[in-house]
């Protein structure tokens, strides 16, 4: 493929690569706590595969301090007025645009991501959910309802110490977007990123408690899937927001269940994204790009199986083709690279034995298909054309840079198609027809849709999946509802009528 390559190895990381090393694997109680006796986690950067920190999991012991200090730094927090708590979450908002910077390069460490990329979604992203949320913090309220003489107040309550379980695409957003609606309702947090990205939510944490956030309201503890498991069950904790895959959440929603606890599930998705005939091609061929290639397609939104209408097909394909030479890879801390690394070898060997397999099936390969020639885990933009519906490539969720087209002919045939999945994230459609664009978004199962566009995701919109792609919505005014709720309080203002 024609993709440019940037230089092979990337020298100008050295010195950010020095710095990555956090000055302790916890943050706990407004401070970093180290335990050693926690097994490693190696933080590799994945455009040289090289170990640019090491961490260690929470013990039981971290765990412990961790849930005891989020249980009395939430007291302290929700005793504080909402406009209190919004100001500081404001004033972190601040504080991190100032080192957005700093927190680019971080993110970019951490997951390999472009810091084009990084310098606009992640750390401002985060910014954005701190502001938004430090803004609503003084306007939660509850209601009164007049009933005759008598009336209804409600009040909206924080409830107490929530969990947030991190995947590993966007390390800083997700700490953001859970930590943010959670504070501004008056909880704490006891956050766990992912193993393979555990640097970026400590800055967060950091940041949090410079902006004056009390001791124990936002604490990050490390660890792989079982210190997840402990900390969902702690009978501390009254809410588990994670974002990770179906299975694990399927795992942690039944053991949420079990206890009778509040969740919010983020989880994977295969989405459809239709282009009918009369779109404008170049438009929809950028969204198809958006919708698999940002991140190096490791976005769960990813609008992965592509349904071009059949008079269409060519052109688009066509277009893609001669649009994806504008992918640059190479180093990702140089701001002309477009497209970087998988997050892990893993994940680049998961993606190629998917691209395997779509080959093996049938699928016609029409660019990429291979590991890039550089330093890390690059696998290049790889597009896969006639590909039906019952291939793997075109049912199991990919999480890398694969797009599949499909053929369709007709609006009914391709609504029955595109929700023929277990996923319900999300879904888009191309199209300058009004009244279509609408009656197919009516048509979608799926939480979150586009109209000739994909994949954005402001806080003020909510976001999140339906069917088996989760529970609940991020950001917005939803969100709000997610991390708190309502007590009832009837007031008598007449005698009791008892029965005898
Ligand atoms: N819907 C959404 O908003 C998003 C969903 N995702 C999904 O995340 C997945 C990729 O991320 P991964 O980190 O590989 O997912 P994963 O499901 O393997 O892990 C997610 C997190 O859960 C933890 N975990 C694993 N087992 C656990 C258990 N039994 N109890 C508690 N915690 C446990 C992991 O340590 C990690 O922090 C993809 O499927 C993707 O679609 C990713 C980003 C956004």
Redesign the pocket.
Known sequence: MNCVYLSKHPSGATKAMQNAQPTASHFINGAYVEDTDGAPIECIYPATGKVIATLHEATPAIVDQALSAAKAGQKIWAAMTGTERGRILRRAADIIRDRNRELSVLETLDTGKPLQETLVADATSGADALEYFGGLAGSITGEHIQLGQDWVYTIREPLGVCVG??????PTQ?ACWKGAPALACGNSMVF?????TPLCALKIAEILHEAGLPAGVYNVVQ???????S??IDPRVSKVS????????R??YA?AAERMKHVTM????KSPLIIFEDADIDNAVSGAILGNFYSSGQ???NGTRVFVQKDIKKAFLKRLKERLEGAVMGDPLDEATNFGPMVSADQMNIVLGYINKGTEEGATLVAGGKMADLDGFFVEPTVFADVTDGMTIARE?I?GPVMAVFDFETEEEVMARANDTEFG?AAGVFTNDLTRAHRVVAGFEAGTCYINTYNLAPVEAP???SKA??VGR?NSKEAINHYSEVKTVYVAMTPVESQF
């Not at 766990?192 to 393979?196: A, F, Q, R, V």
């Not at 983020?266 to 998705?269: D, F, H, V, Y």
């Open positions: 379980i991190g995947a590993w695409n966007y997700i766990k990123p992912s193993e393979t660890g792989r899937g079982a210190v997840g498991a900390l969902v994670l974002t990770g895959s179906v299975p694990t959440g795992k942690v053991a983020e989880l994977g998705g976005v769960c939104s969720e999480f994230l976001f999140g999946g792609s989760g991020e």
